[in-house]
């Protein structure tokens, strides 16, 4: 999208990607700048070593570092990052609450330093009038973005109205494959350039497209 490609120069960019299918299956994900790993999996049955994105949530800031301070000072912190896990997925079928919500990226081993981290860090960024985010990419601001700030866009032949073009897949069952292949080449090949190429000239677009 535009606005993505215009903020790259400011802080690690976020972007929230949610789809739903005529069959009521969905899913949710969060990308970031921050390097990571790709799950084709679940939230619940990915491999339990691998880092998470769960969400702590509050009425305030102070609601929020009181919940990471229990979590910290629980006896097994295992059971508290399920518990976390359990949580958010409980949470994606619900409406949405007033009041803040905290991402937190950690596995369990890591789930100690990421709230001790955040513990020092948000005061801190609240103080200075500034977001939160760590080096692993958990995030924290008080000012969510409004909708004249969000970007959408439309990819991987789906489409946002429920039900248009549920048959696609079923004339080209290998799309899935095909679509994350080819994006993954291009990601990997400078993708902002390929997915915005405005400052190409026609022998040089047509040239990529052939390509692809």
């Given at each position: 999208s535009t606005a993505w490609v215009k903020d790259s120069a400011k802080e690690r960019r976020h972007v929230a990607v949610s789809s739903i299918s005529d069959t009521n299956s969905y899913f949710h994900t969060i990308l970031s700048d921050i390097e990571g790993?790709?799950?084709?999996?679940?939230?619940?049955?990915?491999?339990?070593?691998?880092?998470?994105?769960?969400?702590?949530?509050?009425?305030?800031?102070?609601?929020?570092?009181?919940?990471?301070?229990?979590?910290?000072?629980?006896k097994d912190l295992k059971s508290e990052f399920g518990n976390l896990v359990r949580d958010t997925l409980k949470q994606?079928?619900?409406?949405?609450?007033?009041?803040?919500?905290?991402?937190?990226v950690a596995s369990e081993e890591t789930l100690s330093k990421e709230i001790t981290s955040a513990l020092k860090g948000i005061p801190r960024a609240i103080k200075m009038k500034r977001d939160y985010t760590s080096s692993s990419g958990s995030f924290l601001t008080l000012k969510p973005l409004k909708s004249d700030k969000i970007a959408f866009m439309y990819g991987e032949g789906r489409s946002p109205?429920?039900?248009?073009?549920?048959d696609m897949f079923r004339v080209w069952p290998g799309m899935h494959e095909f679509v994350q292949d080819r994006t993954t080449a291009m990601w990997a090949n400078n993708g902002d350039d390929e997915f915005h190429p405005r400052c190409l000239n026609s022998t040089e677009r047509n040239a990529r497209e052939e390509e692809f």
């Open positions: 790993h790709h799950e084709n999996q679940t939230l619940s049955s990915v491999d339990p070593m691998l880092p998470k994105v769960v969400c702590v949530r509050a009425e305030n800031v102070d609601g929020i570092l009181d919940r990471l301070s229990q979590i910290l000072n629980a994606e079928n619900k409406e949405n609450s007033e009041g803040l919500v905290f991402s937190l109205y429920l039900g248009l073009g549920k």
